[in-house]
């Protein structure tokens, strides 16, 4: 960062946050306030410029940074049956699964592709928490175990980015029943050799935390993510007092042995890089052969 | 004395008046009320007969819930031989949530595991009311590893509202210490069979109940969430847990057509708490058939077995 804009930054705000502005062209940081050009943010992975605020990037997004040159195939996964249960509650599971489609331009929460980092072959996949809070259904459970199959037949790492607020709640049981799914996928990994590691983004919480979130090799999370089994809001009210600032976050978790590192998303290509090849017993990758495609492109925000 | 539910109050009512009457003669030596007893009990076994016949999701959770159910260690006392329980974590401690040990089930030795809720006030504090934290899912683990490099046969029985959400629960790794359970149910190379008796509460059931054939009694309800808790969110009212339960599927009936169970085991009418023993002697019935599909086979054999299981699960939907 220098100078100029250190110093024309807080005169911008000051115009900008009194009136409406473009979405198109000014994002809002959730965390410390400051209007940041959209653009400005997206090259640096919605990480905010001014606070590090790691803010949701959807796996397309995300994709296209961490393999070389933005390019990646996608896996295709198997269709789950629509709405297994027949669930409704106040609104039909169909209508909010497209309504969910329509916002995201994805067809459900998660991503998987091939592709190659730092020339290390690898399978990817990502939690989409703009599809319906990134929530684990039974198409997720599919998306896994397919990423893991995929990773077993190409013999591959598999990296895996996790991101909900839980179970899919329309699928009850079913998404229950992911837990011991994706846990068979991390088995066909280890089984097979290969290294699984996780990233987890903010927030993982739930029955993904409780399983394949917490199966990895090794586990990054990306700083001050909330990772946790029940929320802050449940135990609140189940022993009726304040949780001290901080708990339940990356840093916490570190400090509480259950991860190996927290790494700014914006360092997280060159380290995963390096672990994988580690793990594969490569030599190392060379620095400048190929660097991080740069994004120029907006990725699809909700507001 | 009974405990009634809610929906059981007309039932309570005639019931608690055939009780009067038998009391009153008690004392009054001329008075006779048999014909009239007689009549009202048979009355409350009809109304009984009604009200069981086809209980909602949500009186099904009440009934799951009910004080007087059979719990684990019931089920322990009766059907087990020379229990021996094995205690802790080996690392922070013991959690009296999760009660499991050496016995003998019909003479074969066994590793039995489960959620103990506690049957009194001072025992369901003890028993953390059947939620367990981490320490009660690695003494699991535990005993489950043990169970493997020995050869025995793994029960387990699920009782519990869901694991603990508490603050040293979260501090001291629940996600970590539920994802190696349910890891190490599916890498055993031993029978692993699994009843739930009561509430199969979300993670915090999945961590025993990733089993070879898992068994439901008539009256339980296994679930992702509490109707409460679903209610909560997606109703943003947790009042409205009826429309929940409905919605959620999470009765043995309901399970056994989505094929997440093998078997639902009938309970005597009127539930499980007003004929425990029966209930106890379909459940080590239940038991014993699954471990006998299960014997024989060899290690590699069950543990493609739970495997296979668990990935079919969900391709059906309820309509089918
Ligand atoms: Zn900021």
Same mark, same amino acid.
């Given at each position: 960062m220098n100078w100029i804009t250190n110093y024309v930054r807080p005169r911008i705000n000051s115009i900008f946050s009194r009136r409406e502005t473009p979405d198109n062209l000014w994002t809002k &940081?959730?965390? &410390?306030g400051t209007m940041l050009f959209h653009r400005e943010v997206s090259e640096n992975l919605?990480? +905010?410029?001014? +606070?590090?605020h790691h803010m949701h990037i959807t796996p397309r997004a995300r994709f296209e940074a961490l393999f070389d040159g933005g390019i990646f195939t996608e896996v295709k996964v198997p269709a789950s049956k629509p709405d297994p249960l027949q669930f409704r509650d106040q609104k039909k599971y169909p209508d909010r699964l497209k309504a969910a489609q329509k916002q995201t331009g994805e067809s459900e929460a998660m991503l998987v592709a091939c592709g190659e980092i730092g020339r290390t072959p690898i399978v990817a996949a990502a939690q989409d928490f703009s599809f319906m809070a990134g929530s684990m259904g039974m198409y997720v459970g599919n998306a896994i175990i397919a990423a893991a199959q995929e990773a077993v037949k190409l013999k591959r790492p598999l990296i895996l980015f996790s991101a909900a607020g839980g179970a899919r709640m329309q699928e009850g049981i079913l998404s229950l029943m992911q837990m011991p799914r994706t846990t068979v996928a991390v088995q066909m990994l280890k089984e097979a050799g290969l290294p699984y590691i996780v990233v987890l983004t903010h927030p993982t919480t739930g029955g993904v935390t409780a399983s394949y979130a917490m199966l990895g090799d090794v586990h990054i999370a990306e700083p001050n993510a909330l990772i946790c089994f029940a929320g802050p809001r449940v135990i609140e009210q189940t022993i009726r007092e304040k949780l001290p600032e901080g708990f339940q976050r990356a840093e916490y978790l570190l400090d509480h042995g259950m991860l190996d590192r927290v790494t700014p998303r914006t360092q997280l290509r060159d380290e995963l890089i390096s672990i994988t090849r580690m793990l594969l017993g490569q030599p190392p990758a060379i620095k400048g052969d190929l660097p991080a495609p740069k994004t120029d492109k907006t990725p699809p925000e909700a507001p | 004395m009974t405990h009634y539910m809610d929906f059981e109050r007309p039932l309570a009512e005639i019931e608690g008046k055939a009780e009067e009457l038998r009391a009153l003669a008690r004392t009054n030596? =001329? !008075? =006779?009320?048999s014909a009239e007893a007689a009549a009202l009990d048979s009355k409350a076994a009809s109304l009984l007969t009604e009200l069981y016949k086809s209980l909602t999701p949500w009186r099904k959770c009440q009934v799951a819930r009910h004080p007087e159910r059979p719990h684990c260690r019931d089920y322990i006392e009766a059907l087990f031989t020379d229990f021996v329980p094995l205690a802790g974590d080996r690392n922070f401690a013991d959690d009296h949530a999760v009660m499991g040990g050496l016995a003998r089930f019909n003479d074969q030795p066994v590793v039995v595991i489960g959620h103990e809720k506690g049957s009194d006030t001072k025992s369901r504090i003890d028993r953390n009311f059947? !939620?367990?934290?981490?320490e009660g899912y690695r003494k699991a683990v535990r005993l489950m590893d043990l169970a493997g490099r020995f050869g025995l046969p793994v029960i387990t029985l699920v009782d519990t509202p869901g694991a603990y959400p508490g603050k040293g629960a979260e501090e001291r790794g629940q996600s970590e210490a539920i994802a190696r359970s349910t890891e190490k149910c599916l890498q055993i190379g031993v029978p692993l069979v699994s009843v739930i008796i009561g509430e199969g509460g979300s993670g915090g059931a999945v961590a025993f109940a990733t089993a070879n054939r898992v068994a439901m009694l008539e009256h339980s309800v296994y679930s992702v969430i509490t109707p409460e808790g679903c209610a909560a969110i997606l109703w943003k009212d947790a009042e409205k847990m009826r429309e929940a339960a409905e919605a959620m599927r999470l009765t043995a009936q309901d399970l056994r057509k989505l094929g997440v169970t093998d078997m639902t085991i009938p309970e005597p009418l009127g539930g499980a708490h007003r004929h425990p023993q029966e209930t106890i002697k379909a459940v080590g019935a239940a038991i014993a058939d699954m471990l006998k599909e299960l014997s024989g086979k060899k290690p590699k054999a069950l543990i493609d077995d739970r495997r296979r299981k668990f990935l079919e699960i969900g391709s059906k939907g309820i309509a089918a």
């Open positions: &940081c959730p965390e &410390c919605n990480v +905010c410029t001014n +606070c590090d | 030596e =001329d !008075m =006779d009320v059947g !939620m367990a934290r981490p």
